[in-house]
């Protein structure tokens, strides 16, 4: 370890123990959510199922609640329920990464973890850092036990990029094709559209560029995060474009993310078949990863960049910020993908409360489970003034108070029905799964009482209700070191 790698390490210890000190006294910590321990968290990166573990790396930023200096925080868990902190294990310590280890993605192999990221380089001097002044190489490195890993290696050196491209080029995300490795790349061109980079490798450390995907017409200047994979017998491009105008229905938040079927092997896509994977305030940057049991599993950033001035974020004074949304398997269904939170939280239900139309009306407390069944051609949710969900004329408005929803009031989507909702809510998050994750809404929100009556008005429903026990984080394995 270097004496830089080192004085990281151990500052980011420091900080993060002290944090925990602090932690009792938090109001808005999450407990069915992964969270930063300290500062800002973006991203999920290097998602993987590794030798009997769930491992979810993100964008950590532990010195400034307001994001800056990047490394790779890290979890690891057996049943995605109960997780354990790892630390840091990817700091900005090299010459090809000391801007920041940005986001990026895992590959198992051989009984190997590897993983590839991008090391954003910013030059010293008067640059537009677009244009010029910025160097992103994609960098490699594995490890045997998914805790330790070796010395970083650049793949792909950024004077390599095609010279179309803009500086920015990131966010690599690999998977293994038959007998080669692929890997997807996000980008602005110069022509400020984005696009998508495809390389392929024998070895996965000579990459060769084989192609350039994007849209017929511009959609966006920059294409963020992208991701690739296969799901009822489709190729699905997901990607997080930036500079999309914004609409009623569609695009309602400063950045989107969605994705495209891959019909055949054309260059170019069609905007109008960008489906976004979620309709609330907070949801971004979304990775996917097939598990031991062979489900493909969904993780989204549960925040936004470059966040609306009226939002204030009220865990900012508590010293962190931002957590990423629950695991959710995919599946495909009529050309649409759903999302629907993985079976395992069901093992932290308890108690259960019964709701219907003689029984409209339930005192909550604390986190809790959700799920009703709806008939009628209007629908209304409401949980106690902080929150509320309406459906009619084919359209599900999402509310929140002025205070729950701390300068954001109201996310919209278009659905032709409404037949289930699913709401887990968490003490500064929530999410809100329509006919079984068919449309999704995830946001934060910041209710004033722990206390809420939760009120269905419907044609007709029935539903459950239930308590949660909290997910476990093992940040006492921070206290143990
Ligand atoms: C998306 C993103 C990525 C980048 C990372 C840096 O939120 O901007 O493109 O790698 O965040 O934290």
Known sequence: MSALSKVLTEEIRKIEDTRLVEDSISKYRLTHHLMPPVGWLNDPNGLCWFKGRYHVF????????????????????????????????????????????????ALVENDK??????????????????????????????????????????????????????????????????????MVLGGRKKDDTGAVLFYQSKDFKDWSFEKEITTETPFGYMWECPDYFQLGGKGILSVSPQGVQRE??????????????????????????????DMGFDFYAPQTFTDGKGRRILIGWMGMPDAEEEYINLTVKEGWQHCLTLPRELTMNDGKIYQYPVEELSSLRKGCCEIDRRKSQIDLRGPFDLELKIEGETAEIHLGRDLSLSYRNGCAVLTLSEDAGAGRRTRKARLDQLKEVRIVSDISAVEIYLNRGETVFSTRYYPGEDRRLLRVEAEDFRGKVFSLDSMTFGYCSLRAR
């Open 58 to 105: 993100f964008q950590y930023a532990p010195f400034e609640v307001e994001g800056g200096l990047k490394c790779w925080g890290h979890y690891s868990s057996e049943d995605l329920v109960n997780w354990r902190y790892e630390g840091a294990p990817l700091l900005p310590d090299s010459p090809q990464d000391c801007h920041g280890v940005y986001s990026g993605s």
């Open 113 to 182: 973890l590897h993983l590839f990221y991008t090391g954003n380089v910013k030059l010293d001097g008067d640059y537009d850092y677009i244009n010029n002044g910025r160097e992103t190489s994609t960098l490699h490195v594995e490890s045997e036990d998914g805790i330790h890993f070796s010395n970083k290696e650049v793949v792909i050196p950024f004077s390599k990029y095609p010279e179309e491209y803009t500086c920015h080029i990131r966010d690599p995300k690999v998977w293994k094709d038959g007998e080669v490795y692929r």
């Open 248 to 277: 009623e229905y569609r695009y309602q938040n400063i950045y989107q993310s969605g994705y495209f079927l891959m019909e055949n092997n054309d260059k170019y896509l069609d905007s109008r078949d960008f489906r976004e994977w």
